[in-house]
C-alpha cells in the first residue's frame, strides 16, 4: 500500500452541512485509523490575507493508505462531506512519508 492525500475544499457557508455530515465522515475516517492505513486527517482553517485563522473551515486533508490511486480516489468520491454536498472539489496526490 502507498500514501495518498486527498485534499477537499469546502463551499462557502458550509457548517450547516458538515454538522449533519460529521459522525458518518469521521466514522470512515475512524475506520482507516482502526485498519492502521491513517496517517493524519483534519480540517483546513480559514484564514484571512495574513495566514491568522479566522471563523469556519475551508476543506480537509486526510493522508492515508490505500491499494492504488484508484482506490483512493473511490474512498474520496465516497466520503459524505462529498456526497452531501460539503465540498466542491477534492484531489488526490500520491503521498511519500519521509518522517
Known amino acids: 500500500m502507498n500514501y495518498y492525500a486527498i485534499v477537499s475544499f469546502d ?11 460529521v459522525d ?3 466514522s470512515r ?3 482507516l485509523q482502526e485498519q492502521g492505513r491513517l496517517l493524519t486527517a483534519g480540517p ?7 495566514g491568522r485563522e479566522t471563523e469556519g473551515i475551508q476543506g ?15 474512498w474520496a468520491a465516497a466520503d459524505p462531506y462529498r456526497t452531501s454536498g460539503v ?12 518522517f
Open 44 to 50: 483546513l482553517p480559514h484564514t484571512d490575507s495574513y
Open 29 to 31: 475516517i475512524a475506520e
Open 11 to 21: 463551499i462557502a457557508d458550509s457548517a450547516a452541512l458538515r454538522a449533519k455530515a
Open 87 to 98: 465540498y466542491y472539489e477534492s484531489n488526490v496526490y500520491p503521498y511519500k512519508k519521509v
Open 60 to 74: 480537509s486533508i486526510v493522508i492515508a493508505a490505500f491499494d492504488n490511486f484508484q482506490a483512493a480516489n473511490q
Open 24 to 26: 458518518a465522515h469521521r
